[in-house]
């Protein structure tokens, strides 16, 4: 019972880190129908930005994250200005964009193994110590976690909803005639919407490496979870891929606790392969 | 107001609109008219930067628009409604109207904009909370038309916009443009099939066939019979 119910809270972290890091995927392809296979070296990068800047730079904690993030924004809108957006222009390029992605990620895979090793590192958690209540334990950190995504699922929340540029971004997510038609410029939207997309995976990189090691190839590993929340939760949908991660985070404790850790990615393919027979369009199945 | 002058455009290889020359005045409403699939649409596009031109000019108020993409246009006053609406679909129909208000120049008239709006489309104000996807083909037509007047435009360029609708519903359209003529003073340039309330509509008419312009009328010197027969 012990154990279930801290698999529950271990859930709930899991869950919130997963949301984060899915929304980064959604906002993207939503708005562009990019769907973006560097998505787990971005997550990967900018948690390596921190730990050099935390490290090397010998900055504080805050400030290593709050100089990566917008780091990460901006390589998010030159990737787009400078790669994404002549490939859009040609034929074929939900291939082309796959593949440059694709070949962005194995690049930058290197690079960080180059220049930083291979060698396992993290961030440092925020708070230090847990929180006891009967039997359940719970460590002040993950509770900072759950309650720094809140915070970040209704700025971002928010900012869709009551700024200009946010609904931009969901006018363009749904009709791209009609954004032109109000005066939306589509192509500058393409290019915010890519940096808060990448600025929003980089933060859920950063969150992870709290929690997990990094190393330069956990990026796919992400990536690939990161798939199978938005496609369970339905591609495009903020809402959705929300719902999925928490879902999936529940899953994945479970299964942790009852059939032991080595079930884990055999049980999220299963889980992929279910919802792509079954449901392709995922539990929302809409747009933002 | 509009001038546009001897402009061409290709869909690829073909060509589609053949040194097109029109002029709409201040105020007037004019009406284009011809057979489908001729061009019509594409005009419309091409005015307001959604089609490239070729070559060409297109003037509004005396400035050279024919190079400029689709969202520079919507801010000097030139507003078009296309004829596939184009709205958000999982927006409601507030926020569709809100968006249409989304350049800077539209900013200053909004409130005044959006009681007009609701106002000649009082359907609207009750259904101010819906989804755009759940509304009947009539109340789209009606958000598509709010929307371009919350731009504050002082041209409306209005594609078809009684097509698919049942007559009661027709005549409402068309009476809601022309009040926004009388009352706001806009501009309309309007493509239509209805060619009897077009006509009544219209202070001047041009034959658009094949590309190019057959020719122009003013409204009373011209008949639903001639209009039909120029047509084949």
Redesign the interface.
């Known amino acids: 019972m012990e154990s279930f119910v801290n698999a529950l809270v271990s859930a709930l972290t899991t869950g919130s880190l997963y949301a984060i890091m899915a929304l980064g995927l959604t906002i993207i392809y939503g708005v562009s129908r990019v769907f973006n296979f560097g998505h787990g070296i971005v997550a990967v990068l900018s948690a390596y930005f921190t730990w050099l800047f935390l490290g090397q730079l010998n900055l504080g904690l805050l400030p290593s994250i709050l100089l990566s993030l917008p780091i990460m924004a901006l390589f998010g809108w030159l990737v787009y200005r400078y790669s994404i957006n002549p490939l859009l222009h040609k034929p074929n390029w939900e291939f082309s964009t796959v593949l440059f992605m694709l070949g962005l990620g194995i690049l930058l895979e290197n690079v960080i193994l180059q220049v930083l090793g291979p060698r396992v590192k993290s961030i440092p958690v925020f708070f230090a110590g847990s929180l006891s209540i009967g039997f359940v334990r719970i460590a002040w950190h993950e509770i900072s976690l759950i309650l720094i995504v809140v915070l970040a699922l209704v700025a971002l929340n928010v900012f869709f909803r009551h700024t200009?540029t946010g609904?931009?971004m969901?006018?363009v997510a749904?009709?791209i005639?009609?954004a032109?038609?109000?005066?939306?410029?589509?192509e500058r939207i393409f290019g915010y919407t890519f940096a808060l997309a990448f600025a929003a995976t980089g933060f859920s990189g950063i969150l992870l490496g709290t929690k997990y090691y990094m190393t330069p190839h956990i990026g796919w590993d992400w990536m690939v979870k990161g798939f199978v929340i938005v496609t369970f939760g339905g591609l495009g949908s903020t809402t959705g891929a929300i719902y999925a991660a928490l879902i999936l985070g529940l899953v994945e404790a479970l299964v942790t606790l009852y059939l032991g850790a080595i079930w884990v990615w055999p049980i999220w393919f299963a889980i992929f392969i279910v919802v792509l027979l079954l449901r392709p369009q995922g539990i929302a199945g809409?747009?933002? | 107001m509009l001038e546009v002058e001897r402009l061409e455009s290709f869909y690829g290889d073909m060509q589609v609109l053949r040194q097109v020359s029109l002029e709409v005045r201040e105020r007037e409403i004019v009406a284009l008219f011809g057979p489908n699939g001729h061009g019509k649409s594409t005009l419309l596009k091409a005015v307001s930067g959604l089609q490239p031109a070729t070559s060409g000019s297109i003037r509004l108020r005396g400035q050279e628009i024919s190079r400029l993409p689709a969202h520079e246009t919507v801010g000097m006053g030139l507003a078009y409604i296309p004829e596939e609406r184009h709205l958000f679909p999982d927006m409601t129909v507030s926020e569709n109207l809100n968006l249409g208000a989304y350049t800077p120049s539209a900013h200053g008239k909004k409130k005044e904009n959006l009681e007009f709006v609701y106002d000649i489309f009082p359907r609207l104000a009750e259904r101010r909370s819906q989804l755009c996807s759940t509304l009947s083909g009539g109340e789209s037509r009606m958000v598509a038309i709010g929307r371009g007047l919350m731009s504050g435009a002082s041209l409306l360029m209005v594609d078809e916009p009684s097509l698919g609708l049942a007559p009661g519903l027709k005549q409402g359209v068309f009476d809601a443009i022309a009040t926004i003529n009388r009352e706001r003073g806009i501009t309309i340039l309007l493509v239509e099939q209805e060619i009897e309330h077009g006509l009544e509509l219209a202070d001047r008419i041009y034959l658009f066939k094949k590309g190019q312009i057959l020719f122009e009328r003013a409204a009373e010197e011209v008949n639903v019979e001639e209009i039909e027969q120029a047509y084949f």
């Not at chain 1, 032109?180 to 589509?186: C, Q």
């Open positions: 200009r609904q931009a969901r006018a749904q009709s005639p009609g032109r038609v109000v005066g939306i410029d589509v809409g747009r933002m």
